[in-house]
């Protein structure tokens, strides 16, 4: 089968987008490969044909590709998105039991299945990478690859395993990003032991966004204004939970048209997952027009009719604005991308180095504070794991919220703890008596019923706390979620069982045990905070220069020194009779 066989046949596709065939057929010559492409170019066919050709090709019909992708709603969407296609495709994240887990593995291993997402997270795990050597892989896919770079903007840890991944696999790595400068390009590579430079590039320019930057004192009122001016699907982000929900008021109060229909919502990282969920699917929907989000919400979103994106607050980096803005005309309509800026904006920015970075003192507290909060024992705690309400440490240790969350940031990168920022984990259940005992209990019949499905399902129940799945409980059963929750605690107050709801937690764990002191590296502060101060200098100078093409000022940055003008942006118009407009 050739690359267009299984194109057409797959994904119903009669030829592919620039470069795309360029790089399948590099990673069919078994070349590490690096890709750039633009937001909606395609990124996802370029692992997706060549693990498919490779399966084919092979004698007994193996072949697998393993996925390191950073969230699980994308890793969820991509799955059933391949299901639908008839393409067998599964995921491990957190919140599976060790049986999903492990029934995810045998069909990796014995069925017939293409594809396994996983986060990077997943690759810290000992005993995942004792597994997945076992697995008939043929290839590497990594997403968002400039995570990997400490000199991207979004640089994370665990993305350094990939690398050592490949001491067990000799396959090729395809690496994926929309967003990458030339250094960050070179890091890449390195990072992942490419063994010569293999780079394949089109431009990041898309001529149908519009970029405008708006200096505004009053940022509400020029926000109402370009609502009203623009039509169509939005997204509007800010940098703090709390004015997700002021702004979301605000337009709706402002701008109703007397229906009953919600014209804006919000969304961040701290609302419970099913309500995420539901907001995510009405905006997509068309049922709400305007989702006013912190930067949790987009990175996979697949709605390609987004009219307009506007930057409330200055985002930390170019690669970060870059990114986000992106995710408005996917479908190549026309689109505006707005970045408010106040006159005190400049100087709330400078503030973020003194919180991102706080004194190295300040982080040797917070190490030696957490431990104490964790009861952990100098030289012990390795291998130890919990979760944490961050907020309620800061309380209770009288700590400052956002400099501590910086130096757990920090502590991550360094080694000594790994955090993990607010997840969603499955409800968990144990069953408190033995299997006879049981069997002589007064249950209602549901509760019974109950109670077989989850032995049946669970075999290490009467031993562990084992993470259940209500949805497939509920399907066994004929029943509804609702129900199966409500009996669960109802079994809890019994004392039959010991039931933990679902939580959003955050998550420490101690690679290493507790140290007396605390050493940051040049790489994990010095070097990171010159990054970051570069970054925000280069963010305040795009949007000070009122003088040249804001798209070719993007460009630029990405390396693009030749970039057309756009012709459409507000510098563009406004200078259409200067030398610069009329190049």
Not at 113 to 127: A, M, Q
Not at 179 to 191: F, H, L, M, Y
Not at 424 to 429: A, I, K, T
Not at 450 to 474: H, V
Request: hydrophobic residues 40%.
């Amino acid at each position: 089968m050739s690359p267009l066989d299984a194109l057409h046949t797959y994904f119903g596709y009669d030829d592919f987008r620039p470069r795309q065939q360029e790089i399948i057929e590099s990673v069919l010559a078994g070349k590490d490969t690096l890709a750039l492409l633009p937001t909606g170019g395609g990124k996802s066919l370029c692992f997706q044909v060549p693990t498919l050709v490779m399966a084919e090709s092979d004698s007994e019909g193996e072949g697998l590709c393993l996925v390191v992708t950073p969230l699980i709603a994308l890793m969820k969407d991509q799955v059933a998105n391949l299901r639908r296609r008839n393409i067998l495709a599964t995921a491990i994240y957190t919140g599976m039991s060790h049986e999903e887990q492990r029934v995810a593995f045998d069909n990796c291993l014995f069925g017939p299945y293409r594809f396994l997402y996983v986060s990077p997270e997943r690759l810290e795990s000992e005993e995942f990478i004792k597994r997945v050597v076992q697995l008939p892989i043929c290839m590497i896919a990594v997403d968002e690859a400039h995570c990997i770079s400490q000199w991207g903007y979004d640089f994370r840890p665990s993305y350094l395993r990939i690398a050592e991944i490949r001491n067990h696999l000799s396959v090729p790595i395809l690496a994926l990003t929309a967003t990458a400068t030339p250094e960050v390009v070179e890091d890449i590579q390195k990072q992942l032991g490419f063994s010569e430079p293999n780079v394949f590039r089109t431009s990041f320019g898309r001529p149908n966004l519009h970029y405008v930057v708006r200096h505004a004192d009053d940022k509400q009122q020029q926000l109402l204004h370009i609502l009203q001016r623009v039509p169509g699907t939005a997204i509007v982000y800010v940098r703090n939970r709390k004015r997700t929900r002021e702004l979301s008021e605000l337009i709706n109060s402002q701008l109703s048209d007397g229906s009953h229909q919600q014209l804006a919502d919000y969304y961040h990282a701290g609302l419970p997952a099913s309500e995420r969920t539901a907001r995510q699917q009405a905006w997509k929907d068309g049922q709400t027009r305007v989702i006013v989000c912190t930067n949790a919400f987009g990175m996979g979103i697949d709605k390609p009719d987004v009219r307009l994106v506007i930057h409330y607050d200055l985002p930390d980096s170019i690669e970060a604005y870059f990114q986000e803005a992106g995710r408005a005309g996917r479908d190549g309509e026309q689109a505006w991308c707005v970045l408010l800026h106040g006159k005190k904006d400049t100087a709330i920015v400078k503030q973020r180095i003194a919180n991102n970075y706080p004194p190295a003192e300040e982080i040797e507290r917070v190490y030696q504070l957490l431990c104490d909060y964790l009861t952990i024992g100098l030289g012990s705690g390795r291998d130890a794991t919990f979760t944490l309400d961050v907020e309620q440490f800061c309380t209770d240790m009288h700590l400052p919220f956002l400099t501590t969350y910086a130096a757990l940031q920090l502590l991550t990168t360094a080694g000594y703890i790994t955090y993990t920022d607010e997840q969603d984990l499955q409800p968990r259940v144990r069953i408190l008596t033995d299997k006879e005992s049981l069997y002589n209990l007064q249950e209602s019949p549901y509760q019974e019923r109950l109670l077989s499905a989850l032995m049946r399902r669970y075999t290490g129940i009467f031993t562990d706390p084992q993470f259940i799945n209500l949805p497939r409980l509920a399907e066994d059963l004929s029943s509804t979620e609702f129900a199966i929750n409500s009996s669960l605690i109802a079994l809890s107050k019994q004392h039959i069982i010991r039931y933990i709801p679902a939580q959003r937690v955050s998550i420490v764990h101690f690679p290493v045990a507790r140290h007396s002191a605390v050493n940051l590296s040049a790489r994990v502060y010095a070097d990171r905070k010159q990054i970051f101060e570069r970054n925000l200098q280069a963010m305040i100078e795009y949007v000070e220069n009122d003088h040249y093409c804001r798209s070719q000022l993007l460009l630029g940055y990405f390396g693009e020194q030749d970039a057309p003008l756009c012709g459409m942006c507000d510098i563009c118009i406004a200078n259409k009779k200067s030398d610069i407009g009329n190049q």
